[in-house]
Structures are given as C-alpha cells and as structure tokens.
C-alpha cells in the first residue's frame, strides 16, 4: 500500500482487483465449507471403522481366551492386492478405497484349532478395516492441508485484500476529488483575472 499512484489507471486497476476479489470470495468460502463438510463426514467414518474394528478384535481375542492356544494369524491370513482408485473432492485429489483381495494360503486342519477358519475370516475383516483406516486418514491429511490454505485465502481476501483495497480506492478517490477542486477554483481565480485585466 505504500507506493500507490494517485490517477484514475491506479484507481480502475485497483476497482478491478476488488471485483475480482469480492468474485473469488464466495467460491472459496463455498469450498471451505464442501471440506469441512466432508472432514465431518470422514471423522465419523473413522469412528464407525475403529468401532467395527474394536468389535472384530473382541470376537478373535474371545476365542483365543477360551481356547487358550497360540494361533499366528500373520501366517494364515496376507493381503494380496489393495485396491484403490483417485477421487476429487473440491478439486483435492485423494486415495478412495475400492477393495482388498487375500491370498487363500493353505494350512493344516488337525494342526490348527477348529475355530481358525472363522478367526480367519474375521482377521481378514480387520486387516480389511485397517486398510480402509489408513485411506481415510491419507484422505484427512489431503484434505486437512487443502482446508488450512483455503482458509488462509479466505482471510487474506475477506481480512486484508479488500479492505485495504478500499481503502486505496478512497483515498484515491478523495485526492482525485481534491484535483478537480482545485483545478475548479484555480479555474475560477483564472477566469477572474482575465476578467479583471480586459
């Protein structure tokens, strides 16, 4: 704000700067708003998720409690292929999960419990859960990050840009209504001198 040209190029450059502001404003309000929108929405699927998840937990820890026997799961159950694809949301692209496949790895039925079968189904679930969680929190971080710099142009544009360039466009405005006063009057004391003289 400090080497400001007092002219009418300087006053129409700056009117043109607020209207772009005042343009672009509402448009990232609306997107800071799409995003925390969605953040709410993935906090809540998160919370949903450790749910399933603490759930999926007690069932296999149940069985092994009451059966007492040491099963390694990490042998029995591996993932084979994460699937996941790119989404959009207000123009942040993010991981969006689409499945997952296990390998179907062979163990020996009389050396195992009976109830591996079902822990293996319900391991595969939560590995799946964990999978699902870690996307969601990539998609957070992204859209965590794209939120903190939307928020930081909507107060720079509503905070500092607009204001300060009304504040520019009045002050000039006054110097250039001032000019033509002057010019007015010394007009005026001209066109009395002349008067004077003939």
Do not use: H
């Not at 450059?13 to 607020?18: E, G, Y």
């Not at 957070?140 to 520019?168: G, Y």
């Amino acid at each position: 704000m400090a080497n400001i040209k007092l002219t009418k190029n300087e006053q129409k450059k700056q009117k043109d700067a607020l209207k772009r502001f005042t343009r672009y404003l509402p448009t990232l309000m609306l997107k800071k708003q799409q995003l925390q929108l969605v953040i709410r929405g993935l906090e809540a699927d998160v919370k949903a998720k450790q749910e399933e998840r603490k759930v999926l937990e007690g069932e296999i820890q149940s069985w092994v409690d009451v059966f007492g026997e040491e099963v390694e799961f990490d042998k029995l159950v591996r993932i084979k292929y994460l699937e996941t694809e790119e989404g959009n949301i207000a123009g942040v692209d993010i991981p969006v999960f689409k499945g997952i496949e296990f390998e179907q790895i062979e163990y020996d039925l009389f050396r195992q419990p009976l109830w591996v079968d079902a822990a293996v189904e319900k391991v595969s679930k939560l590995l799946a859960c964990d999978e699902e969680l870690k996307i969601i929190a990539k998609q957070l971080e992204l859209l965590d990050a794209e939120l903190r710099v939307t928020s930081q142009r909507v107060n720079l544009f509503e905070k500092v840009k607009i204001p300060e360039t009304k504040t520019i466009i009045k002050k000039i405005g006054v110097y250039l209504g001032d000019q033509q006063t002057a010019a007015v009057v010394r007009g005026k004391i001209s066109k009395k001198k002349l008067v004077r003289e003939a």
